[in-house]
């Protein structure tokens, strides 16, 4: 039992990493119609800078972490100014190819600037005992900043007259800039957003385990979230990375590794066969 319970904590952390990844996808999706396919990357290169960042000046978790939103704010207006802005109004296609070759351009950076080899991120290695479960502060911190990121946008897209504008923008975009809505801003808000939470995700992920390039390889870990929630729920993805996890650490931990990688894949398959929308998307009615 004890081994049961074990599992099923560290497959909630392992799920809030991916749930906030899968968040990540989802805001972009949601407010442009884009599936961003360097996110695992742009995770990764938020917390290479956040850590180089906290290792030079000296600070500690709290430095590391504040690093981490600075970063991620500046890495989305960038990538929105200077790689996505040109491409509004072009096919879906084309944008989705433009996040691929991002993706590629953002490795071959890291490459180059930090080497390949594995760095050890210090902070959150302590040791707080529930019962006889030991849980380290960074899984609880991940766990926690899933929950309060959630409702978050809970609030944003229910109260936020922003959140319905993303919704419009992704709907319709060429019908949305003619009822005013700045499409320039709302993209720009939702690649910060999502920059935000995808670094925030590769930063913990580099404290529990540690920060190399094979770090990219969470965007597609989590993108089974995504499609579980449904692309369009943003709230759903981040549950849905919980259940993954869970799943996928209790797959491991009584079926071995090898049917755990891909387990993920496997739930999405039969659960897109019964909702092909996801468990929280919102089905699309077209008139014929």
């Given at each position: 039992m004890r081994y049961l319970i074990e599992l099923i904590v560290s497959g909630l952390a392992v799920g809030a990493i991916y749930g906030l990844i899968g968040m990540a996808y989802a805001v972009i999706y949601k407010s442009t119609g884009l599936v961003n396919f360097a996110q695992g990357e742009v995770g990764m290169m938020v917390a290479y800078a956040s850590w180089s960042i906290s290792t030079t000046l000296g600070t500690g978790t709290w430095g590391v972490i504040v690093a981490a939103l600075i970063v991620g704010v500046l890495t989305g207006l960038l990538?929105?100014?200077?790689?996505?802005?040109?491409?509004?109004g072009e096919p879906v296609f084309s944008g989705v190819m433009v996040t691929i070759g991002l993706a590629v351009v953002l490795r071959s950076i890291i490459q180059l600037i930090w080497g390949a080899e594995p760095h050890r991120v210090e902070g959150g290695g302590a040791v707080?005992?529930?019962?006889?479960i030991g849980l380290r502060l960074s899984q609880l911190g991940v766990i926690a900043t899933l929950l309060l990121a959630m409702l978050g946008a809970w609030l944003f897209f229910k109260h936020g007259r922003f959140g319905i504008a993303m919704r419009a923008v992704a709907a319709d975009e060429k019908t949305a800039r003619l009822m005013g809505v700045s499409t320039a801003r709302v993209q720009s808000v939702a690649w910060v957003a999502s920059s935000v939470l995808a670094g925030l995700a590769g930063l913990f992920f580099a404290v529990i385990y540690d920060l190399s390039p094979a770090l990219s390889a969470i965007g597609l870990k989590a993108f089974p979230a995504t499609v579980l929630g449904g692309l369009d729920a943003v709230i759903g993805s981040g549950f849905?990375?919980?259940?993954?996890?869970?799943?996928?650490?209790l797959t491991g931990g009584y079926f071995g590794s090898t049917l755990k990688e891909v387990i993920g894949f496997l739930l999405i398959l039969v659960v897109l066969m019964v909702r092909p929308f996801g468990m929280f998307g919102e089905r699309e009615i077209e008139r014929v």
């Open positions: 990538i929105e100014r200077l790689v996505m802005r040109p491409m509004l707080v005992h529930v019962g006889e849905s990375g919980l259940i993954i996890g869970v799943i996928e650490n």
